[in-house]
């Protein structure tokens, strides 16, 4: 699979776009690459597309780990390569256990969550393929998590839909050639695979 944009030079960009690109190169472990090779040709956007995604994962109310793989399970779902091999690592050194990423990836149900993993499972893979929750299932997360964390956990899950579109759009491959984390499977399979209780 080839990328479908060269990749975006620093020299190129226009002086007022160098000031993002300054600030994503503080934060990216991609540097320009990953999905901000594609949002660069849209400067506007990308600055307001970068002010949400610092929000989402450096100043949310979600805790870290639960942010991470709520990344992952967006990334299983969209068959997203480069999003998943980018958040593993730091999903990893947030706590997020091995098991549940293996399972996760291979697209199963991971079978021992924590109790704050299975609802934020549930809660993901809910509203990003029936696009809604239950009442029950709403409640739990008010309960558990809180008003504003929901709103959080909703609003990354919804973003992570635009950045997997976004990387599938464009074809971003692996750095340095290596292999696709994710078997890439049809939505109905996903599905039917994780939308188990």
């Not at 226009?14 to 993002?20: H, N, V, W």
């Not at 597309?49 to 979600?62: A, E, I, M, N, P």
């Not at 958040?87 to 050194?93: F, L, M, N, Q």
Request: net charge neutral; hydrophobic share 40%.
């Amino acid at each position: 699979m080839n990328e479908r944009f060269a990749q975006i030079s620093y020299e190129s960009l226009a002086p007022e776009t160098k000031t993002l690109a300054d600030e994503i190169l503080k934060i990216s472990s991609a540097g320009l690459g990953g999905p901000y090779n594609a949002l660069l040709r849209s400067p506007q956007m990308a600055d307001r597309c970068f002010s949400l995604l610092d929000y989402l994962r450096f100043k949310t109310t979600v805790p870290k780990r639960l942010n991470e793989f709520a990344i992952l399970i967006q990334a299983r779902i969209s068959n997203a390569q480069y999003e998943w091999w980018a958040h593993e690592t730091i999903a990893r050194k947030a706590g997020l256990r091995d098991e549940v990423m293996t399972q996760l990836r291979e697209c199963q149900r991971p079978t021992n969550m924590l109790d704050d993993e299975k609802l934020v499972y549930d809660y993901c893979v809910q509203i990003s393929l029936n696009h809604r929750v239950s009442d029950d299932l709403w409640k739990k997360a008010i309960n558990a998590m809180g008003e504003k964390a929901v709103v959080d956990l909703t609003v990354l899950s919804g973003t992570y839909v635009m950045v997997s579109m976004l990387l599938n759009a464009t074809q971003v491959g692996i750095p340095g050639g290596g292999p696709e984390p994710l078997k890439v499977l049809s939505p109905s399979v996903i599905r039917e695979k994780l939308l188990v209780n």
